[in-house]
């Protein structure tokens, strides 16, 4: 069992920057992937980031590239998501998500555990 606590959320202006952490309890925690995902109101849930157990490998969709980096520290138990560069359609709640596997995936079913979510707000 793993339980997923996200903090870091907040209003930001357009342009801005936040870190999100993900402090997560329980058992091997350095063998999941990690994951971050987000849902803005009256959409679908989206795949934001991922980071396999290793932190070597890391996925992110088209529109983050290059403005968000996922990252993990494994001694703390902490998956990362620094948020650069912020735009208003980045607004939404933000989940991280474990995934026993530990390949790191694009798809949400495949994520066993999840957090309660975060608020992120950026104004124009």
């Not at 091997?28 to 849930?45: D, I, T």
């Not at 980031?49 to 138990?77: L, P």
């Not at 995934?99 to 309660?116: C, M, P």
């Amino acid at each position: 069992q793993v339980q997923l606590v996200e903090s870091g959320g907040g209003l930001v202006q357009a342009g801005g920057s936040l870190r999100l952490s993900c402090a997560a309890s329980g058992r091997s925690f350095s063998r999941y992937a990690m994951g971050w995902f987000r849902q803005a109101p009256g959409k679908e849930r989206e795949f934001v980031a991922a980071i396999n157990w290793t932190g070597a490998i890391t996925y992110y969709v088209a529109s983050v590239k290059g403005r968000f980096t996922i990252s993990r520290d494994n001694a703390k138990n902490t998956v990362y998501l620094q948020m650069n560069s912020l735009k208003p359609e980045d607004t939404a709640v933000y989940y991280c998500a474990a995934d026993h596997i530990g390949r790191g995936s694009r798809v949400a079913s495949e994520y066993d555990y999840w957090g309660q979510g975060t608020q992120v707000t950026v104004s124009s």
